[in-house]
């Protein structure tokens, strides 16, 4: 079945610093990626929808230029989190997939900004 | 804005005891996919719903849209320990879909 890798699973930053997240598709070609964040014990909030080839699409009350997203291939997309502060600790996740078969998570990664 | 809910927030049973999460969304949806969540992991799909009042089964679980494609259900009958886990529905508008806020499930044996 269709495998989404995310890494790192888990990262330390320092507040002011930037994280790097990378959501790669291995067996198949992603056009479309989500990106998530989920505070403990609640629901996924989605971040963004991440195009290949084009800019992506934020919704409402995201930062875009705080939390910048590449899409550079049908198989990778990437979040940085830019200048992290210690709200900005949380977990993340990408997926991954299409309308017809529903949908793969990564593995998540957890970002603690001190 | 697309907004989804799902009650109850919480679920405690007994285990052998039935379980039912509900998903509403304000708008008419294209689709609905049921995820499940353990804990300390990530979402892991279960199923999606396509067509106005479908129900498919998967062993002990039946999942159902309704008529108006704007609520569904998941049931679980003769709940297992290995039912443990929040249990999130996901809303599709267009090519983008919203979690509901999801029902966290708990097996007591």
């Not at chain 1, 990778?76 to 017809?100: K, N, Q, R, W």
């Not at chain 2, 919480?10 to 052998?16: K, P, S």
């Not at chain 2, 049921?34 to 089964?57: A, T």
């Not at chain 2, 849209?65 to 599709?92: M, P, R, W």
Request: glycine share 8%.
């Amino acid at each position: 079945g269709a495998v989404v890798s995310q890494h790192p699973s888990r990262v330390i930053c320092k507040s002011g610093t930037s994280v790097k997240i990378e959501c790669r598709s291995l067996d198949f070609q992603a056009t479309t990626m989500f990106w998530y964040r989920q505070f403990p014990k609640q629901s996924l909030m989605l971040m963004a929808t991440s195009n290949e080839g084009s800019k992506a699409t934020y919704e409402q009350g995201v930062e875009k230029d705080k939390f910048l997203i590449n899409h550079a291939s049908l198989t990778l997309s990437t979040l940085t989190v830019t200048s992290a502060h210690p709200e900005d600790s949380s977990f993340y996740i990408c997926s991954a997939g299409d309308m017809d078969y529903g949908y793969t998570f990564g593995s998540g990664t957890r970002l603690t900004v001190v | 804005g697309q907004q989804v809910m799902q009650i109850p927030q919480y679920q405690h049973v007994q285990e052998g005891e039935d379980f039912t999460t509900y998903c509403n969304s304000s708008t008419t949806l294209s689709n609905i996919q049921w995820y499940k969540q353990r804990p300390g992991g990530h979402p892991v799909f279960l199923i999606q719903l396509v067509k106005s009042g479908e129900v498919k089964k998967q062993k002990r679980l039946t999942f159902q849209f309704g008529e108006a494609k704007k609520n569904s259900s998941l049931h679980i009958t003769a709940t297992q320990t290995t039912d443990v886990g929040t249990y999130f529905c996901a809303g599709a508008t267009g090519n983008q879909f919203y979690f509901g806020t999801g029902t966290s499930l708990t097996v007591i044996p």
